[in-house]
Nanobody, 120 residues
Framework: QAQLAESGGGLVQPGGSLRLSCAAS????????MRWYRQAPGKQRELVAGIISGGSTNYADSVLGRFTISRDNATNTVYLQMNSLKPDDTAVYLC??????????????WGQGTQVTVSS
């Protein structure tokens, strides 16, 4: 079994910045993809950014150029640097990771989520 724990959310003014982190712990043999999703009230959950073990990244068009995803494989941590935040970025941000807890067993894990509110 493994767990994900997000942190770094909060209230920020438009144009401000936040840095989210997500640390994986537990019985971790290896981690493939790590991703950030977000879900706002009344809206579908959407993929914000993803990164694989080799370092390749992808972003939603709405955050491209403003957000940066990175990871530290030594600590099993993924980060999301969010700059030039807009009110539309307000959502619960959820960390997701595909984790191998034992050889041959890959499972998708989710964190509890961290609230990001962009408002004056």
């Amino acid at each position: 079994q493994a767990q994900l724990a997000e942190s770094g959310g909060g209230l920020v003014q438009p144009g401000g910045s936040l840095r989210l982190s997500c640390a994986a712990s537990g019985n971790i043999f290896s981690i493939n993809a790590m991703r950030w999703y977000r879900q706002a009230p009344g809206k579908q959950r959407e993929l914000v950014a993803g990164i694989i073990s080799g370092g390749s990244t992808n972003y939603a068009d709405s955050v491209l150029g403003r957000f940066t995803i990175s990871r530290d494989n030594a600590t099993n941590t993924v980060y999301l640097q969010m700059n030039s935040l807009k009110p539309d970025d307000t959502a619960v941000y959820l960390c997701n990771a595909v984790i191998q807890t034992v050889v041959g067993r890959w499972e998708s894990y989710w964190g509890q989520g961290t609230q990001v509110t962009v408002s004056s």
